[in-house]
């Protein structure tokens, strides 16, 4: 019994640190997550020539788009820059060239694809080295 009490004390603890950091932290970390998930997806259809795979990892980089502008760039405090404004724009231009990617892929356009793939990978680079002060 004393145990238990001493395991459950333990995992409220770290319960309580979890919680202690920023609150949108994870909620970033799971979007983060996703949209590489999704990257390595379309990635991976390029290289085994799957259309459903390109097509999957697109439909997913879409929607966890959707939650970049829901939150705010964290250690914005000293760039210039108005960073939800940012985030904003940013979605919106990945969710076009996202969409872009399937539709050159259909007309057989290889070349244009690739440059959209590495176009969003850019920007999702571009992002990071903001906020990470590269
Ligand atoms: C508008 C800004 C922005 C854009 C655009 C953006 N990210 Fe991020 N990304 C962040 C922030 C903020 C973090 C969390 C801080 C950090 O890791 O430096 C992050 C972290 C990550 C991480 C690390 C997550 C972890 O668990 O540590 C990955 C992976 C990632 N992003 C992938 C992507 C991919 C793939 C794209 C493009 C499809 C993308 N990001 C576009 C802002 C952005």
């Known amino acids: 019994m004393k145990k238990m ?3 459950s004390a333990l995992l409220g603890s770290s319960l309580l640190m979890a919680s202690a ?4 932290t994870e909620m970033i970390k799971k979007t983060m997550q996703n949209l590489e998930r999704s990257m390595s997806k379309i990635q991976k259809g390029f ?4 259309r459903a795979r390109i097509k999957g990892g697109i439909v997913s980089l879409r929607r966890d788009l959707k939650n970049i502008d829901s939150f705010l ?3 914005d405090a000293d760039v210039k820059f ?3 404004v940012y985030a904003t ?4 231009a ?3 060239m996202a969409s872009k990617i399937i539709e050159d892929f259909d007309k057989g356009d290889k070349e244009a694809v690739m440059k959209e793939f590495n176009q969003v990978l850019n920007r999702c680079v571009t992002c990071h080295a903001l906020v990470r002060k590269w």
């Open 5 to 7: 009490l001493l395991v």
């Open 21 to 24: 950091e920023a609150p949108n």
């Open 47 to 50: 290289l085994y020539n799957s």
């Open 73 to 75: 760039i964290t250690n």
């Open 82 to 84: 108005n960073a939800k």
């Open 89 to 92: 724009t940013e979605t919106k």
């Open 94 to 96: 990945l969710d076009t």
